[in-house]
């Protein structure tokens, strides 16, 4: 039954890996995957009772992430639809682009502790095409972006989807994570981040013509300060919600949508029904990422099947075997993650070591959310991050290799240096 669960597991890693040559929805291969592989092993088991209890607690640890993860893209579709972005967008000026691409790098790392690093990505890079009009010098920004925006996600509970999980599953706490990963993150994002600036050092903005805003809802300056700083303020008290009522962050998180939904209906209850349905939350959820949703569903439970079949136990002892160190095996994580999902490889890592034996807030975790967090930006299909600016820019990955990702290896190797330096000194 191993073998066969193994290669199930392999066959769809290699699907979603290969999603665009093969023309095959990575959503499609996670179902198809979870679905085989719970079948396989539910025959293999032959205990009905035993099988309840185990996919019981699998689906309760998936739905547990998935509910927080809609809410929060809900959330931040709201903000998006009342331009409220541009309350930071607007007040980045500046005529040098050495001058500015510090600031955008700054503002993408900070914003992306609190959004997750693909809408961070997205915000900024859609940013950039107002600001610059050379299509060479947006694709170097989009390349930052990128590296900035999977930094700022892996110091911060509620950045990254790999870190979010973690947290959920008791591997991590906020606090700790945000004073352990916060300077090597920054290191990462700095190193690459120098080396450009450097590159542009002299240069002068060149701004494309104005637009005129069509095609974006009508929202006054207060509706878009409000909707962004509560909806960013929701975001960031979920992890208080959690440490005061030791709920689980997914009911901090649907609670607050339900505050921000009732906060926008007294806002545009007097509007035109055609004026105010971009604006409503009903909206908002039907442009979120459903496809990314699903394949969450469809990889975490593809992943428990395996927990539950000690496939992952046996891997991470043959993984200690090999290498004897944590930190190796940590850091070649990240470098895999670079050219697979970084989901499914978290996921995996969470089923092959245990909190019994590696407690919360351990060496381990603080530097897998490091490295599964930070390693995607080296290649341009390693994160969503990537994935959705390579889509905006239309940014050619040959490209990508030869201009970013030797800052991007040079940061993450940096960072990762400075987080084995900082957890031994104290």
Not at 166 to 183: E, N, R, S
Not at 265 to 285: G, I, M, N, Q
Not at 295 to 306: D, E, H, K, R
Request: hydrophobic share 55%; proline share 3%.
């Amino acid at each position: 039954m191993t073998m066969v669960l193994a290669m199930i597991f392999i066959l769809a890693y290699a699907a979603i890996a290969f999603e665009h040559p093969l023309g095959i929805n990575k959503s499609a291969s996670a179902l198809i995957g979870a679905g085989l592989l719970w079948t396989v092993h539910a025959l293999a088991l032959g205990d009905p009772a035993k099988l309840d209890a185990q996919l019981g607690e699998s689906v309760m640890a998936t739905a547990q992430i998935v509910f927080f993860l809609v809410g929060a893209m809900t959330i931040v579709e709201v903000v998006d639809a009342h331009n409220g972005f541009e309350v930071i967008t607007r007040r980045i000026k500046t005529s040098k682009l050495s001058s500015l691409i510090w600031l955008v790098g700054v503002v993408t790392f900070f914003l992306s502790a609190i959004l997750d690093n693909m809408t961070t990505a997205i915000v900024m890079v859609s940013l950039m095409r107002k600001l610059l009009n050379r299509h060479d010098d947006r694709l170097l920004f989009a390349g930052v972006i990128i590296i900035a925006a999977n930094a700022g996600g892996a110091w911060s509970p509620i950045g990254d989807v790999t870190t979010t999980m973690l947290w959920i599953g008791g591997q991590i706490t906020p606090l700790a994570i945000m004073k352990g990963v916060l300077l090597p993150s920054a290191v990462s994002a700095l190193v690459p981040l120098g080396g450009v600036a450097h590159h542009l050092r002299g240069r002068d903005v060149e701004a494309p013509a104005q637009d005129n805003g069509l095609g974006r809802a009508s929202t006054s300056s207060f509706e878009s300060s409000l909707m962004f700083f509560l909806g960013l303020g929701i975001l960031v008290t979920v992890p208080a919600f959690k440490a005061a009522t030791h709920l689980p962050p997914f009911l901090g998180v649907l609670f607050g949508l339900g505050v921000l939904w009732l906060v926008g209906d007294l806002v545009h209850r007097d509007k035109e029904d055609d004026a105010k349905k971009p604006l409503t939350l009903v909206h908002a959820l039907s442009r979120i990422d459903m496809g990314s949703v699903v394949f969450f569903i469809g990889i975490l439970l593809a992943v428990a099947s395996l927990e539950h079949a000690h496939i992952l136990t046996a891997l991470a002892q043959g993984l200690d075997r090999i290498f004897g160190r944590l930190d190796v095996i940590v850091i070649l994580i990240g470098l895999a993650s670079a050219v697979v999902d970084n989901v499914p490889l978290v996921a995996a890592s969470m089923g092959m070591y245990s909190l019994a034996q590696y407690p919360p807030d351990h060496f381990l975790w603080e530097f897998l959310a490091y490295c599964a967090g930070t390693g995607g930006s080296i290649l341009i299909i390693g994160s969503a991050a990537g994935v959705a600016a390579m889509g905006l820019e239309k940014i050619q990955f040959f490209w990508y290799v030869k201009k970013i990702s030797g800052l991007a290896l040079i940061g993450y190797l940096a960072g990762a240096g400075v987080y084995i330096l900082e957890h031994r000194l104290f």
